[in-house]
């Protein structure tokens, strides 16, 4: 019986194919990076299952044109010059799957006042629209 079921367990692991990913995107939370701070590159595989998996430095090799890579995250310097940064993604295995791409820097200071919790909430209640009758 336990040679039975070694044999079996031996031809299922045979006919059971490992998912492996077919393509790379990038799904960036913004479009623009931010001088003096770290900014989160996502990238997702499309696994051969049709699912997508979030990958990281483990499994992709970052670089760019400037700033540098804390694993998915890049830093970018306060007194970067630039407009823009180049980058790159490689799938590390299978370097032909890649992406190059190119963000710019955002150029609006983060300056805004943002309301505090007694502002917003002395605020009225908005009102809503009335239906017709």
Same mark, same amino acid.
């Given at each position: 019986?336990?040679?039975?079921?070694?044999?079996?367990?031996? @031809? +299922?692991?045979? $006919?059971?194919?490992? #998912?492996?990913?077919?393509?790379?995107?990038?799904?960036?939370? $913004?479009?623009? &990076? =931010?001088?003096?701070?770290?900014?989160?590159?996502? @990238?997702?595989? &499309?696994?051969?299952?049709?699912?997508?998996?979030?990958?990281?430095?483990? #499994? @992709?090799?970052?670089?760019?044109?400037?700033? =540098?890579?804390?694993?998915? $995250?890049?830093?970018?310097?306060?007194? +970067?010059? *630039? *407009?823009?940064?180049?980058? =790159?993604?490689?799938?590390?295995?299978?370097?032909?799957?890649?992406?190059? +791409?190119?963000?710019? @820097? =955002?150029?609006?200071?983060?300056?805004?006042?943002?309301?505090?919790? *007694?502002?917003?909430?002395? #605020?009225?209640?908005?009102?809503?629209?009335?239906?017709?009758?």
């Amino acid at each position: 019986m336990k040679t039975f079921l070694l044999l079996l367990l031996t @031809i +299922f692991s045979f $006919t059971v194919k490992a #998912q492996h990913v077919d393509s790379i995107y990038v799904h960036l939370y $913004t479009d623009s &990076l =931010k001088k003096g701070t770290y900014n989160y590159i996502n @990238i997702d595989g &499309l696994l051969s299952n049709g699912r997508y998996l979030p990958l990281d430095s483990s #499994q @992709i090799q970052f670089s760019a044109s400037a700033g =540098k890579f804390y694993g998915n $995250t890049l830093f970018i310097d306060k007194n +970067f010059a *630039e *407009e823009k940064v180049n980058i =790159k993604v490689v799938l590390k295995a299978n370097p032909a799957l890649y992406k190059e +791409f190119v963000m710019y @820097i =955002k150029k609006k200071a983060d300056d805004e006042n943002l309301k505090s919790v *007694e502002e917003i909430m002395s #605020q009225p209640a908005p009102r809503g629209k009335r239906k017709g009758g």
